[in-house]
């Protein structure tokens, strides 16, 4: 399967500041790769899906101008959490779907805590 | 809507004993399911789907459409099956996942 990796792994920011997060696919190329949130003792939501050369789609109530979505190359997808609040604070997943698009390897994950 | 749902937070059971985690689906169309685990400190994979009717780990569940079930059992739960189970939901022509709320199975010594 595929392995994916994030970066950093943890990241503590002021608020009001812009905190950029990598997920890499580091052995398959992905035309997608899916963005989750989840928050403590809670499952994991979809936020937007991430397309290779075209804009992301955002779930309803994801504000797309708040969590800017780029994925520039099939191996990277990076997502910005712009003037992060402390509501922002969580734990930010990624995904990159296998071939057949029915497993999907997640990222290990990346807290991040707005002070 | 689609929905998943998983009744139980926590799930404490003696090693040895059965378990079964629950899951339902709210989904008019034609549902694939997913079991995904994870385990302390990492990250989440994927034990088993209902399309491969397989057993992993001991683990096996069955899609019930009349019951829009896809509950998770194993007949002898082990220390090592501690982790947090989530029941996954994929639409038809869809990548997307929606998961259930997670369940935290404990196994006693």
């Known amino acids: 399967g595929a392995v994916v990796s994030q970066h950093p792994s943890r990241v503590i920011c002021k608020s009001g500041t812009s905190v950029k997060i990598e997920c890499r696919s580091l052995?398959?190329?992905?035309?997608?790769m899916f963005w989750y949130r989840q928050f403590p003792k809670q499952s994991l939501m979809l936020m937007a899906t991430?397309?290779?050369?075209?804009?992301?789609?955002?779930e309803q109530g994801v504000e797309k101008d708040k969590f800017l979505i780029n994925h520039a190359s099939l191996t990277l997808s990076t997502l910005t959490v712009t003037s992060a609040h402390p509501e922002d604070s969580s734990f930010y997943i990624c995904?990159?779907?296998?071939?057949?698009?029915?497993?999907?390897?997640f990222g290990p994950g990346t807290r991040l805590t707005v002070l | 809507a689609q929905r998943v749902t998983q009744p139980e937070k926590l799930l404490s059971v003696f090693k040895g004993a059965p378990v079964e985690l629950k899951c339902n689906y709210s989904?008019?169309?034609?549902?694939?399911l997913f079991w995904y685990v994870q385990y302390s400190r990492q990250r989440l994979q994927l034990l088993l789907r209902?399309?491969s009717r397989e057993s992993i780990k001991g683990f096996t569940a069955d899609l019930n459409k009349g019951e829009t079930s896809f509950h998770l059992k194993k007949p002898f739960a082990q220390e090592e099956d501690s982790a947090m189970y989530y029941c996954?939901?994929?639409?038809?022509?869809?990548?997307?996942?929606?998961f259930g709320s997670g369940t935290r199975l404990l196994v006693r010594p």
């Open positions: 996954a939901l994929r639409m038809d022509s869809s990548y997307k996942l929606i």
């Open positions: 991430s397309n290779e050369g075209s804009k992301a789609t955002y």
């Open positions: 995904s990159v779907p296998g071939l057949a698009y029915n497993e999907q390897f």
């Open positions: 989904y008019s169309g034609s549902p694939e």
């Open positions: 052995d398959f190329q992905a035309t997608t």
């Open positions: 209902h399309i």
